[in-house]
């Protein structure tokens, strides 16, 4: 009996070590995991903290917590958006093949969701003068 790997290319008749990229490893985990936040099972979801947004001097905090994105994986650590102009916003966390990472920004455009670059909104604001109104969206 022969263990096979699944979803990547190899040939038994040549068994050399084959390098992984990351386009790889997105491949497989695109296919058993969804988008969004990961929570540890012993977490109750409905009380998580886990990339939750809060208002902060001149922007936003978005809390500790791992985030999975199109088979990619981002592990946050109390990341600071700042940002000064009045107006309502989301607050994503943006997966882009071309730079290959995942960042936290604010867009005042609907969200993209492409081949290049697909992103996850944990909250949306609304900035009036030195006060933000995060309105929560991780559910």
Known sequence: MAIKF???DYDESNP?????????FRTVYSQFTSNGI???PTVDVTTDTSLKVTAIADGVRISSGVAAIQGAFAIVTNEDVLFSTDGTYRVVLE???VLNKIYAKVSNVALVRTSTVWQLQPASVVKSG???TVTDTRT
């Open 130 to 132: 030195s006060t933000y």
């Open 38 to 40: 990961i929570v540890p």
């Open 16 to 24: 050399t070590a084959y390098e992984y990229t990351a386009a790889d």
């Open 95 to 97: 997966f882009n093949t």
């Open 6 to 8: 699944i979803n990547f």
